[in-house]
């Protein structure tokens, strides 16, 4: 049987307080072996956004995140199986895939890039999603 384990769940009037909205999410979701990640920003878990202008300094909050999110679900960087970047300048695309590049070396995902008009709040300048699939041996316990 499939558990679904929801992780750092949230309502998005706490999260984005200038607008109407109320709906029930979470950042990560382990769904089995694999894990279903929230799009992550340049702001840590604090609401604090990191690297105004700089899609480099939020591209490693970002990914710092994800290390975090992966880490809470059971699971490592090098279980990342896809990422899907979006940017809002096609500029910024060599400063977030170098930053993504040093943090999944070696790794190998299968990776979209696309580019957008904006995110949910005008400072972010780029996003990432991730997916990854904890290998069987290791999917009973936590990450170490």
């Known amino acids: 049987m499939t558990t ?25 979701v382990r769904a089995g072996n694999t894990v279903y990640l929230r799009g992550q920003v340049g702001t840590d878990f604090d609401g604090n956004t990191v690297g105004i202008g700089d899609p480099a300094a939020q591209t490693d909050q970002a990914m710092k995140n994800v290390r975090q999110l992966l880490d809470e679900a059971g699971a490592r960087l090098e279980d990342v199986v896809k990422i899907v970047v979006y940017i809002t300048d096609r500029a910024y695309r060599e400063p977030v895939y170098q930053v993504v590049g040093r943090w999944l070396k070696g790794v190998f995902p299968v990776s979209t890039g696309l580019i957008v008009n904006g995110l949910a709040r005008p400072e972010w300048l780029m996003e990432i999603e991730v997916t990854a699939v904890i290998p069987d041996e290791r999917a009973g316990g936590a990450s170490s």
């Open 4 to 28: 679904h384990t929801r992780i750092r769940m949230f309502n998005t009037r706490d999260t984005y307080p200038g607008q109407t909205l109320n709906n029930d999410l979470c950042q990560a």
